[in-house]
């Protein structure tokens, strides 16, 4: 069983759309024990969009990253890139030897600092269902590589 941290931009109709289909499939998962979507955790003690909140929010959301077993993300943002603040999400993660589970629904190019950095990549939300968490098999970025 593991705990989770799910990395995915939630600014857009289609972007919430595709992190709650991500959340759906992990409560799903019978090798999740737990998961940490910040998108469900937005809330703070200051009000929201204040530097306050933002050291709040960050330092919540650094821990959660440092306790997490496994980081969860989706890579899709706009055209060829990703989202800044998954993208810093990803390279602490990195940094801290956290395996990379990668959710790219659109065919885009991707940057290959953040291909090599994946533990196991996938194109359909759906497969994080059956994922075991637990052994954490490898599987390969495939696609365009910028």
Known sequence: MS????????????????VKRVE???????????FYSPRLHQDAANEQFTKPWATEIFHRDM?????????VTVID?????????T?????VATMSNKPI???????????????????WYTKNVAN????DFTKRPNGEFVGQIL
């Open 128 to 131: 994080l269902e059956t994922y």
């Open 63 to 71: 821990d959660q990253i440092a306790a997490a077993e496994v980081i």
């Open 3 to 18: 705990q989770i941290y799910v990395a995915s931009p939630f600014f857009s109709p289609e972007q919430v759309d595709r």
């Open 101 to 119: 589970i990668a959710i790219q629904e659109k065919d885009e190019a991707v940057n290959l600092m953040i291909t090599e950095s994946m533990h």
């Open 87 to 91: 993208a810093y999400e990803l390279g």
């Open 24 to 34: 759906a499939a992990l409560e799903a998962n019978p090798t999740v024990k737990d």
């Open 77 to 85: 943002f706009e055209a060829k890139n990703v989202d800044s603040g």
